[in-house]
């Protein structure tokens, strides 16, 4: 298998624009989750799915943020309008089942500049 | 809800010589622990993880960790590092029941000097 595939692998944008990254999971994984790494705060869990459905998205920042996942094998995460301080790298990460044991699988990420 | 705390964001060790991370975790309910490792440009993967049973967990590349309830930490050791080993280590914790997330520690940068 691939692996977790994210794209692009970087993007620079500028304040205002419209961002959208995008995550091709696991085949067979049922959960997929978007988390966001600074150096300020860390990896914080954004969003995360089950069956393409969105079970918890109390990490979403605020309304400028979209995450959906039309189907088991795609998901996109939408920044709208986009501002400096989105400036982070996102990885998108997938794991088989719902349980806390089971392994998440992580992609090499998106590292976002927005000037 | 779980937390995780990493007590060192940074930790310079030499070549071959032993190392200890540590992790500390609170939880009000039976936990999951892992511990993940992100090498530079890279996304996070699994060294290890504490499920149930022996208390002493081995994983990839030589690391192992010991679950300790009564401490509710979970340190990663390794008796011998490389410069390979040059990474961030990630601590995170799960609950066991219903649609379970992984909360993560800050993390601890680990370099390994000649």
């Known amino acids: 298998d691939a692996g977790v595939i994210q794209s692009p692998r970087h993007e620079v944008t500028e304040m205002g624009q419209e961002v959208t990254l995008r995550c091709k999971p696991i085949?067979?994984?049922?959960?997929l989750f978007w988390y966001r790494q600074t150096m300020m705060r860390g990896l914080e869990l954004l969003i995360y799915?089950?069956?393409?459905?969105?079970?918890?998205d109390s990490g979403m920042p605020e309304d400028r943020f979209s995450a959906k996942m039309p189907n088991a094998s795609f998901s996109t995460l939408k920044i709208q309008p986009s501002e400096p301080r989105d400036s982070a790298v996102y990885f998108c990460?997938?794991?088989?089942?719902?349980?806390?044991?089971?392994?998440?699988?992580f992609g090499p990420g998106t590292r976002l500049t927005v000037l | 809800a779980q937390s995780v705390t990493q007590l060192d964001s940074q930790v310079p060790v030499f070549e071959e010589a032993p190392v200890e991370l540590r992790c500390n975790y609170s939880s009000s309910v039976s936990v999951y622990l892992f511990w993940y490792v992100q090498y530079p440009n890279q996304g996070l993967q699994l060294l290890l993880k504490y499920l149930s049973g022996s208390t002493l967990v081995k994983g990839i590349n030589g690391f192992e960790a010991e679950f300790n309830k009564s401490q509710t930490s979970f340190p990663l050791r390794k008796p011998s590092v490389h410069i390979s080993d040059t990474a961030e280590y990630f601590c995170?914790?799960?609950?066991?029941?219903?649609?379970?997330?992984?909360?993560f520690g800050q993390g601890t940068r680990l370099t390994i000097n000649p």
């Open positions: 990460a997938s794991r088989e089942g719902l349980a806390g044991s089971d392994t998440q699988y």
């Open positions: 085949s067979g994984h049922n959960s």
């Open positions: 995170a914790v799960s609950g066991l029941q219903g649609a379970q997330k992984l909360v």
């Open positions: 799915f089950n069956n393409n459905v969105p079970i918890d």
